[in-house]
């Protein structure tokens, strides 16, 4: 658990995902090179982060585990001085995470106070697996965050979607046991939105009176309501979040100004 202090107004949260970062930083991935591309996002958001209280950075965040990656992606967030929390992908190796990512602003922790709400981060990798589950272990730590802040409004945070996307090849890794977790989640009503990486493209969904928010990839898009694999030719992006003091969500995607470089949208893998 760690409090984060904050006035009691709308509380800006910065959501950034899947970056994808590669053991060497001048390689390329789907034609990008992940490396700039997450550093250009990562920089326009440093520029409006004024008021913001923390960054949320939902999973993927190294596309091949290291220690040495993980401390090169610390040592770019070592220079901000926002909070920057982290939390695992399909990708990432969560043990690897918490050993690597320690700087004093740089965090890996399952639950974060707030003036009013509470945000509670869950590993919803498989090793080995590309698709979502969470634990007995995971759920029961979900639960014991809510019982423990009665009184708090709440988003939850993972990797994995636990909504359908549309895309058909994207959907068969998406949070398996889904049903479960919002079974547990409808218990408690002050839960009011769920924040999750993995799908490389916006949405804002409503269900069961819960918010459901995806976020653009830092790298390269997932063209939507696909069949089969297909990138997007749209810019990278981040997601801005403001909880209000009444439980209200404010949100909306920021991207940039032009495609990254070198996107090869004929690519067929993930």
């Known amino acids: 658990m760690n409090p984060v202090s904050h006035m009691a107004k709308p509380i800006r949260i910065i959501q950034i995902t899947d970056f994808h970062l590669l053991s060497d930083p001048k390689r390329t991935m789907m034609g990008i090179n992940t490396e700039q591309s997450f550093l250009a996002v990562l ?98 730590l979900l639960e014991a965050g809510l019982v423990d802040q009665p009184k708090r409004y709440t988003i939850v945070c993972l990797h994995h979607s636990p909504l359908p996307t549309g895309s058909d090849w994207l959907d068969t890794m998406k949070l398996s046991n889904a049903n479960e977790f919002f079974k547990l989640i409808k218990r408690f009503p002050l839960v009011k939105g769920i924040v999750y990486g993995h799908i490389h493209q916006a949405m804002d969904e409503q269900f069961q009176n819960l918010r459901l928010l995806g976020c653009p990839s830092t790298c390269f898009q997932f063209k939507p309501d696909c069949k089969d694999f297909a990138l997007d030719q749209v810019p990278q992006g981040y997601r801005w979040i403001e909880l209000h003091p009444n439980g209200d969500i404010s949100t909306d995607v920021v991207r940039l100004d032009t495609v990254p470089q070198g996107l090869d949208v004929a690519s067929s893998g993930y």
Request: charged residues 15%; hydrophobic residues 35%.
């Open 43 to 140: 920089q326009h958001a440093w520029q409006h982060s004024d008021g913001v209280a923390l960054y949320l950075m939902t999973g993927d965040l190294v596309q091949e585990p290291s220690i040495a990656t993980y401390q090169r992606l610390q040592e770019r967030l070592s220079c901000l001085s926002i909070p920057c929390y982290c939390l695992p992908g399909n990708h990432d190796d969560p043990e690897l995470i918490r050993l690597s990512m320690v700087e004093s602003n740089v965090h890996y922790h399952s639950q974060i106070l707030l003036d009013g709400w509470q945000i509670i981060c869950l590993d919803s990798t498989l090793p080995g697996n590309a698709g979502g589950y969470l634990t007995q272990n995971q759920l029961d």
